[in-house]
C-alpha cells in the first residue's frame, strides 16, 4: 500500500515537473483498439496533434512535451522520429494525452508503437488507484498505425479523435 502511495505521489510529482518545463515553452497485453489503417502518402503529424487539442474537449490543461520530456516519458529520442509533437495534461488529475509521430521508416513506426502502448500501460498502473475514473479512457485509447505514423489520442471523444486522425 505504501509503494503504491509513493507511486502516486512520484507520477503527480512528475506530471507537476512537466507542466512547469512545458509552460515555458512555444496491458498484460494493450486493450487498446489499435487500428491500421490504409497507409497515407503524406501525413502532418503535427497538424494532426494540434487538431487533436484544439477540437476536442478535454477536462485538463494540455500542454507540448518538450522532446527531452518525450524521451523521459516515451523513451523516445529525437533520433527515433522524423517529426512528432506530444501533448500531455498539466494537472497530472487526467490521463489525457496526444502523442503523434511520423517514423523514418516501418521498422521505426513498430518502436513508436511500442513507447506508446508501454505508457499506455504505465498509465494504467499508475491511475487505477489513484483517479479510476480515468481507467475508461486508458483501457480504450485511440491507437492508430498509418504507414509510418503513429497517433494516440487519450480522451473522453473517440469517435472525434478517429475522425481527425483519420
Known amino acids: 500500500m505504501k509503494f503504491r502511495r509513493t ?4 507520477v503527480a510529482i512528475a506530471s507537476v515537473c512537466c507542466a512547469g518545463l512545458t509552460s515555458c515553452t ?3 497485453s494493450v486493450d487498446s483498439k489499435t487500428e491500421n489503417a490504409a497507409t497515407n502518402v503524406n501525413v502532418d503529424v503535427i497538424n494532426v496533434a494540434d ?3 484544439n477540437e476536442i474537449e478535454y477536462k485538463d490543461t494540455l500542454n507540448e512535451l518538450s522532446p527531452t520530456m518525450v524521451q523521459k516519458l516515451f523513451g523516445l529520442a529525437e533520433t527515433d522520429y ?3 509533437k506530444v501533448y500531455v495534461g498539466s494537472g497530472g488529475a487526467t490521463a489525457e494525452e496526444i502523442a503523434c509521430f511520423e517514423a523514418k521508416d516501418s521498422d521505426g513506426a513498430n518502436n513508436i508503437k511500442t513507447a506508446l ?3 499506455i500501460e504505465s498509465q494504467k ?3 487505477e488507484n489513484y483517479q479510476p475514473q480515468e481507467m475508461d479512457k486508458l483501457n480504450s485509447p485511440v491507437l492508430v498505425t498509418n504507414g509510418n505514423y503513429v497517433m494516440m489520442c487519450i480522451s473522453d471523444d473517440n469517435a ?3 475522425d481527425i486522425i483519420g
Open 125 to 127: 498502473k499508475a491511475f
Open 82 to 84: 522524423v517529426k512528432g
Open 160 to 162: 472525434k479523435a478517429k
Open 7 to 10: 507511486l502516486c505521489l512520484v
Open 26 to 28: 512555444e496491458s498484460n
Open 51 to 53: 487538431k487533436l487539442k
Open 117 to 119: 502502448e508501454n505508457r
